[in-house]
DNA sequence: TCACTACTTTACGTTTCCGTAAAGGTCAAT
DNA sequence: ATTGACCTTTACGGAAACGTAAAGTAGTGA
């Protein structure tokens, strides 16, 4: 049976994500996860290690915690009431728009960036030929 | 001859770009642009529009604006140095890979965002089927 | 001359996201 | 019993990127 644990620490989390327990803590403050206790210690179950996952992925495309708070939530919520489902939508749309225009921003910025590269390549090409 | 302006006052920038002239002359402040002066005033010329037009992709993309800054004066440095131009190379080299990974990141969450969104309307459609 | 608009500087305030002590609790091994 | 590793809370600190008065200047039109 290929079973992962079922629980860790906050320092097991830590090493395998690299990031503080100050920040684990403070995610935990703004209440983007609730880990469990046992006593005073918190124990991370599964679904909150992929949750810390996705708050990470979050922070790396450029999302505010509160964003990424709001579309946790949104994941959890099973509001069926329509006039909600329609508001979490519109909600996940904007925020795919907004993906979308940055990778956009990032393909041309990756592109100048490349191009630029390729210039100073050439120079210095240009002067170890000279160079022997 | 379709040639545009060579001069923009800080409320023009401030237009075209939707951004604030606090924000303007706090780059100005981090030595990001320097436009010229008529006087007391500002005289930004069609390069500093460029790079204006540069630091605010950067900041689309996640750029801190001291790395839009580093990457902006190695544009201009022009160092002939070997050595300079191999940091150089390097540096942004950096910056694409990391961009290259936060494509990755964007592609997933796009991906993750638009399959949640599928499924929370074939709840709503559900629904509208029952209700009809 | 008066008013208006666009511009200027100086300077303190704000939000976000934690870093960094300080001071201590718990449990296992020595 | 004491060390050490790992955990806890509370609370002040700090960089980044401006926001936001406050108070003054410069030109323009009526």
Known sequence: MLQHKTHYSIGEL???????ARALRFYEDEAL?????????????????????????GK???LSLSDIKELLDLYD???NRRTQRLKTIERCQGQVDKLKQQRVDIDATIKELEGFITLVKSQTADQSTQGK
């Open 14 to 20: 830590c090493d395998e994500f690299s990031v503080t």
């Open 33 to 57: 996860i609730a880990p469990e206790r046992r006593g005073t210690q918190r124990l991370y179950t599964e679904r909150d290690r992929a949750r810390l996952a996705w708050i990470l992925r």
């Open 60 to 62: 790396r495309v450029g």
């Open 77 to 79: 919520i099973g509001d």
